[in-house]
Structure formats: structure tokens, C-alpha cells
């Protein structure tokens, strides 16, 4: 099952898509304005064409873990993405703290992907990692 990882922002979505196993996360194009009808049915193509199984979205949580504006336009951006996706694919929100920063140590490398679908691809490898095998997720 493929995974798709986002790291929302209004105007730009990073996204990272991991391999059928669940061992591989690579960013690939961002979408722009996720949120709106464009963007939605960018994201719902992206779903169908690469047979995504699941949606994990990057919850920007305070460093205290506590909610702010984005938190919660990040929330809401998962709720109509739940609509458009239907029930077929699940969408959860995953704790995205630090994903930028490591993703800006990527780009200080070298990595030339887009900073905010490499910040999906921290937030997607962190998330295998962590419920890959419980989910089923790059098991033979």
C-alpha cells in the first residue's frame, strides 16, 4: 500500500509519496492551493493515479503540542480532505514538529526537491517507521 504524505501550507502542499513496500519516502511535485477546488481534485487524482491507500498529514503542533491558527487550518484542510478523498482512503494527521528543520538540513546538503515536499518526506519516513508494521505497511 502507497502512502502519501502532506505538509499543508495555504498557498503551496508539499507532498512525498512512499513506495508500494512502505520502505521508501520521496518527495515529489508540491501542490498548489490544497484547499482549494483545484487543489482538492489535484490531491484526489495524485490518490487515484499512485493507488494511495493512505493519507497522512503533517500536524503542525506547537513545541509545547499545543494548537495554533495553522493547527487549525491544518485540521480543517484534513476534514475536507476527507470529503473529497470519500471513505475509500483513510486521512489522519500525524505531529510534524521538526520536520522543517530536518528537511532544511536536507536542502544544506544538497537535496534539490522542494523544501516543503521534503519536509513531507521526514514527516512520511518518521511515520513509517513508527506504524509501518502495525499497519500492514512494507510487509511481505
Known sequence: MRVLALDYGSAR???ALSDPTGTLATPIEPVLRAGSK???AAL????AQQEVGRVVVGLPLSLSGGDSDQT?????FADRLRGALGQGVPVELYDERFTTAIAQRAA???DR???????AAVLLDDWLARHGHERGVGTP
Open 44 to 47: 484526489r487524482e495524485l490518490v
Open 38 to 40: 483545484a487543489g482538492l
Open 108 to 110: 544544506a546538503a544538497g
Open 13 to 15: 502542499c508539499g507532498c
Open 72 to 76: 487549525r487550518a491544518t485540521r480543517a
Open 113 to 119: 526537491a522542494a523544501e516543503d515536499s521534503r519536509a
